[in-house]
């Protein structure tokens, strides 16, 4: 149901019941009230046509009332009682609708200030009580039909619930909060700068870059943190699965949860009802993985249009303040490495790294995760070194280090040093003058810093080979 109902349904026989109204609901007022306060001013058809669809209305007149307004609206032309019955009588309609007389009495009794917004929430609602009536009643011959098994029917039954929930948005610009009222003062993070709160966080990379496993040894220092994770996966056997949440130490435990290709259903769209439900549920909000988009994405990933749209479900999950990974692969031709598919991807992500794994062989080693979208500001290079299933990131492995494996890492990679370019080095880490210029005075009568005089007789320090 995409919300416009079809001749066949508005004649859906009903089955009755003892005590059971004999009319379907309706608000006739509430539909004539809103015809009429457009008359009078049609500048409230911009916040009718925002929220309601023809079928909205329960009258057929009333229907053809509304869709008149709306080509006259996009013709720019004035909407009013004679324009309107012009319309109709160019359709052949006007005596359909009773013509101009119904037409000026739609205001009769109105308030002097129409509450449009009132009457478009009454007129909705039993709208929508209709809508389900019609979906019930569908559903139910179905049933007794058996044409349909019962996982075609439910699967048919979840679309329409999310289609009719859809049509409820009845949000208007006079209920909008204003910004501050949303809470959110300032970004938070589930880890720094990698993974903030309410985001939708890229992850690409070549097959074998080390992507999903971040991404889940990035779920696994959340859950540690108290934060459930939800991985949503049709990518990756079973077996692959468990091989690498036990090598980087993912138990099982109510914080995590894995809905792969193994279960009896497939892993569910990222804005599906029971994830949205799940994810509102969970304080703090969750990390929900999504492996990988081109499994979950289903068409052209080229089509701007449906690549928006997907990330769109993943933004519903963000917007609720869940942190949403969303696993990629690059692209093969030199102008799209950073991502496959339409430029959209990248317009639609708040944070987009791409993964590059420099081990041997295929094998996890350094990483480098290079940003190429960010509305955060960050853009800067992140390495990390895996090993014995742990990722260390390159500050956190600095802050590991003694004071003499950071000296020691410095002259390894500023060969030549000379002692002012040290000091400057050190200052930037926090490790004292003093303690930098007695690592080099020992290390070189120790024999493992080279000593070496320049020009103007500047002394250049190297590690000997068996240092290096």
Not at 117 to 129: A, N, Q, V
Not at 136 to 158: F, K, W, Y
Not at 297 to 312: I, K, P, S, T, V
Not at 351 to 358: D, K
């Amino acid at each position: 149901m995409d919300g416009t109902m079809t001749a066949a349904e508005r004649t859906v026989p009903i089955r009755k019941r003892t005590g059971a109204p004999d009319a379907l609901p309706a608000n006739i007022d509430a539909e004539r009230f809103v015809l009429g306060s457009i008359m009078l001013d049609d500048g409230f058809y911009a916040r009718g046509a925002g929220v309601l669809q023809c079928d909205d209305f329960s009258l057929e007149k009333h229907r053809r009332i509304f869709r008149c307004m709306g080509d006259l609206h996009q013709r720019g032309l004035r909407i009013d009682p004679l324009a309107v019955f012009d319309e109709l009588a160019k359709r052949g309609e006007a005596e359909s609708c009773d013509g101009l007389t119904y037409l000026v009495a739609l205001d009769d009794g109105l308030p002097r200030v129409p509450s449009i917004d009132t009457y478009i929430r009454i007129l909705k609602d039993k709208s929508t009580l209709r809508r389900i009536i019609f979906a019930s009643q569908h559903t139910l011959n179905r049933c007794l039909m058996g044409e349909d098994g019962p996982d075609q029917i439910l699967a048919d039954v979840r679309e329409t619930i999310e289609k009719l929930t859809e049509t409820r948005q009845t949000q208007t610009i006079d209920d909008l909060p204003a910004v501050s009222a949303s809470g959110a003062t300032s970004v938070e993070y589930v880890r720094r700068p990698e993974l903030p709160c309410g985001a939708v966080v890229a992850l690409t990379g070549d097959a074998g870059s080390g992507k999903s496993t971040l991404a889940a040894a990035w779920a696994r220092d959340a859950i540690a943190r108290g934060i459930a994770a939800l991985t949503l996966d049709r990518e990756n056997p079973r077996t692959v699965v468990a091989e690498r949440n036990a090598r980087i130490g993912l138990a099982d435990s109510p914080l995590y949860r894995h809905w792969g290709g193994w279960m009896p259903q497939e892993a569910p769209q990222p804005d599906s009802p029971c994830v949205l439900d799940w994810a509102r549920l969970c304080d703090p909000r969750p990390v929900v993985i999504v492996d990988s988009l081109a499994a979950f994405h289903g068409g052209d990933q080229n089509d701007a249009g449906e690549m928006r749209a997907f990330l769109h479900r993943c933004r519903r999950l963000a917007d609720l303040g869940a942190s949403v990974i969303v696993v990629h692969h690059d692209g093969k031709a030199e102008t799209a490495r950073d991502y496959r598919g339409s430029s959209d991807f990248k317009a639609a992500v708040d944070l987009a790294f791409h993964v590059s794994n420099f081990g041997a062989d295929g094998l996890l080693d350094k990483l480098i995760l290079r940003p190429f979208k960010n509305r955060l500001g960050f853009t800067g290079e992140l390495s990390y070194q895996y090993a014995g299933g742990r990722f260390i990131r390159g500050d956190e492995m600095e802050a590991r280090q003694t004071a003499s494996e950071q000296l020691t890492a410095l002259l390894r990679l500023n060969p030549g040093v000379t002692v002012r370019k040290l000091d400057h080095l050190v200052n930037a880490r926090g490790i004292g003058r003093d303690r930098a210029r007695r690592f080099l005075s020992d290390g070189v009568l120790s024999g493992a810093i080279r000593r070496e005089t320049g020009r103007k007789n500047e002394r250049r320090h190297y590690l000997t080979e068996a240092e290096a």
